[in-house]
């Protein structure tokens, strides 16, 4: 029912999708952004993360994926002669429009048992690839139910569900949507902007729809498709629906949850009060959600063929997800923008956070959309940029491209009312219903995905007070638009389509910070849209300077460029690296010039492009003054799985935002230019790296591994060459991390992290040579510094602390053993007295500068304390006191040091790990010195477990225990003699000398052991006693000093 006759054979025409076949092979399309987006092996990505479960059935589904469109009989049969036996695989029926009519590029396989069936596949010539199926439930529906707006009574009218269960799905769909404070929101609103807010009147007569609609413009011949949630048959508020399809798993094609009709409606609806853009649209409505709001690969895949198959000029995709390397899906998105299908798609609903774009909105060829209110500010739900693609080496893209209203718009219900609803699911059929009308106009011969967008983001009006990374290229302006669709002249152009990084705060963050001599270099990514083909290529691209960029005949600044090899669909990037020259090292003012290149089509036609550029230079900044943030290690979400840092929080299991000083950690990036500091990024390893240049070196939650030349370098750069270091650390504990794991039930194999938090292996490797070291105890309190409370959330506490550093201590619970004592957190500490030496600071939480995951205030006060001891050599004493400087090395009787996740694969996501990876700057590094050549001695036999000091306190080895003293005489009186004697020996700093006490259980002897082998200190004698040498005298004690500790 509801489907299109099929009038003749319809096939793709190749060259159309690729161009020139032979040279644009759809293998190659997976290299994008500055490095390769996909791992080459194609059986790599169907290993399993873990070990199958062996009480599940080890069955998966396999998508197959073909070089060529063909009839599915015609690709089974191919396997068929190259595999043979069928036993262990099976063609997986696909009950839908597009597998039973049209010819089709991928295969479901079921496999019982793919040890022998994958590698004879991935040697046929046929065949491109291989993904496993994949239920996309990381896809959400990007709307919010408006709180401020009554559901509409007629929303439930011929519904095929109860009220109950629509209303529970509705809040389903909500929980993408962050809470979004809509009083504070609604509160600034001027007077006429709260009329409009509240009125029943249509979003389309406030963006000058109705002008068009005057001219005789209204979508007529246009066909949109709406993946969503579907549509019922015969909707009063629809007058050109023209097909109903399901992709599901349900027989239905009736909207159960309302996503859908809303969406729709926003496109093309009819009804006076919640009217579309293009009512003569003819609407294609796919549904590719079930009732649970889930979905599968192979339904989007099959879906988007279908469109293709059918002519569709407009698709828009309401939904996203984290995962922009789940390949299939992302090809597929560029494929049908090559066949000339103009995609749009919400951002995402993970506003105000930074660094969550969500895919495929956050692709090149597609119009990303981000919300605003109807007074003219981003919405706080809103996703902001930038693209995390890029990362670690090169510096993401612009995006959302565009902005539109997303806040308390009206749109279509179910039964045929109206109803508000916000978010940038709202947002993009906005935008999509403004595409169709611009289709209708614009000349058919020139009508592409990069028009489209360019036309788009060129007629935009930058939203006030809202940098780049929250807008693109500002508040959509649908007649201004129109006005470049009627005189179109097909160019190429560029997203900015300017470099002024001196326009503030529009250009944030390249407006905040000057560029000087010997600083990491200023990086910029330019999307590259090419309306003139499918397929192009960039040439000869330069930075042409005027009169002001010269100091003579010496330039001031330079500029390197990397590129597409292919603008492919209609599309690429060019990401240029700008320097300052030996020649600007004294400049102060503005450089002004052009970026230009030329875009060349498939056909040979030609497009100079001209970017104007101007930048801001200054002298270099004291040495004390510049901070190098480490990108290079830090490690996230899709390219594997690397959890959240901040374990309280339980919707976002995943660690994917970046870590980047420009996307979580803005705040800090913000803060710490306010206080005069100069923050430059480096996305190589360590060796490439000149220390001399810099006060401090920033370690933030690194997930990665680390080379030894690189840890070598780093001890010779903070013990010879005056670096101090900053460490600041998450958790990592292998048993919380087995409960983090999860069954995928598409794959049926576990997933399991690669790493906690941090990857703190890793980093004790940095911190051993300074005497350092991070526990694997997950600690949760607050610290209370200079009247602010600020959240200790999922930290970790020292293991390892060398003589002469100062440590504070908090009172916190272990969520691993739930014990609740003074941990220590924070530690400082100098390396040396000669001018040569660096110094060390290590905090174990980084979560209260993390914008995305923080629930509390900054942590300034701590990070200022922080720099200012490492870069000026200034102890800040009402945080770090002289009562916390260690007599002796410290040693923790609590807990352990961390250790790897075995069975994970952790070298198929690391830069460090692995067969043929080097540092980048091997040949500058080969020479320095073994990290242990320049540690000072150390005696292990004075790393003596002890108790850390209570919050702002002493240490138990300082010679202020007169608390301690007390403490011993109040246990005595209650009778606990052995308790007055530990703690008066610490409260008088002498040395613990115990009787003889065996160990009463084999776990105590075995901490005791592994506490022994750590710090090479005494040995347990033939009746278990442990003997701790210290001194020249002999002590014994065990373990049973937590329990005085712990009860006192």
Sequence with gaps: EGLLRLQKDVFINSFFMFGDFEGYQKHRFGKRGVREMYKENPLEILSSKVDPDPNVANETEILVFFNSYQNISQHVNSIYQVVGDCENWWNVARENPAASRFPTDFLVLGVSSSDDLLPKLSEHPSIRSFSKQRQIDSRNLFSMEDETDQVDPELETDSPIEAGDDSESLKKFNIMGVDEDSAAEEEHLSHTRHILANSLTSITKFTGADVLWKKGHTGQGIKVAVFDTGMRKGHQSFRNVKERTDWTDENTLDDQIGHGTFVAGLIAGTHSQCSGFAPDAEVYAFRVFNRKQASFTSWFLDAFNYAMQIGIDV????????????????????????????????????????????????????????????????????????????????????????????????????GGGCRSLSGTSVASPVVAGMVTLLAEIADKRLLNPAMMKQVLAHSATPVANSHIFEQGMGKVDLLEAAKLVENYIPHASTIPESLDLTRCPYMWPYCTQPAYYSSMPVQVNLTVLNPLSVSGTIEDPKLVLHADGYAGEKPLIEAKFTYSENLWPWSGFLALSISVTKAGISMTGVVSGRVVFTVVSDRGEKSIVTVPLRINLIPPPPREKRLLWDQFHSLRYPSGYFPRDNLAIKNDILDWNGDHIHTNFKGVYDHLRARGYFVETIGTDWSCVDSMKYGALILVDPEEAYFDTEIDKIVNDVYV?????????????????????????????????????????????????????????????????????????????????????????????????????????????????????????????????????????????????????????????????????????????????????????????????????APQCLNEVSDLPNATSLIPPVNNSDFLPHLPAPQGGFHPNSQQGLPYLALGFILTACGVGMYLRFCGAIALNKSISWDRIKLTSAESRTQLQEAQSKSQVGSPDANGTHKWSRHGKLHKRTNGHNIAHDNA
Aim: net charge neutral; with cysteine.
């Design 315 to 414: 698709l828009n995709l309401s939904i996203g997800g984290p995962d922009f390397l789940d390949k299939p899906f992302v090809e597929k998105v560029w494929e049908m923008s090559a066949n000339g299908i103009i995609v749009v798609s919400a951002i995402g609903n993970d506003g105000p956070r930074y660094g969550t774009l969500n895919n495929p909105a956050d692709q090149l060829d597609v119009i990303g959309v981000g919300g605003i209110t109807y007074e003219d500010t981003v919405a706080s739900f809103s996703s902001r940029g930038m693209t995390t693609w890029e990362l670690p080496s090169g510096y993401g893209r612009v995006k959302p491209d565009i902005v539109a209203f997303g806040k308390g718009i009206r749109g279509s219900t179910i």
């Design 721 to 917: 060459r005056g670096l101090s270091l900053l460490v600041i650390a998450e958790w990592q504990n292998v048993g919380t991390m087995k409960k983090l794991k999860f069954l995928d039930q598409n794959t049926q194999s576990w997933w399991l992290p690669q790493t906690g938090g941090s990857n703190l292996p890793q980093l004790n490797r940095v911190l051993e040579p300074f005497q350092m070291a991070l526990s694997d105890r997950i600690l949760d309190g607050t610290i209370r510094i200079k009247d602010q409370v600020i959240n200790y959330e999922s930290g970790t506490s020292v293991y390892k602390f060398p003589k002469g550093g100062r440590l504070y201590s908090i009172l916190a619970k272990d969520a691993v053993s739930g014990s609740k004592r003074y941990f220590p957190v924070m530690g400082i500490h100098r390396t040396g007295t000669d001018v040569g030496n660096g110094r060390v600071a290590i905090y174990g939480d980084s979560n209260c500068l993390d914008g995305n995951h923080r629930r509390g205030p900054q942590c300034n006060v701590i990070l200022d304390a922080l720099l200012e001891f490492l870069c000026n050599n200034r102890t800040d004493e009402t945080i770090f006191p002289p009562s916390l400087e260690l007599k002796s090395s410290y040693l923790s009787d609590f807990g352990d040091l961390p250790v790897e996740m075995q069975g994970v694969h952790f070298s198929r996501y690391s830069n460090v790990v692995g067969d043929g990876k």
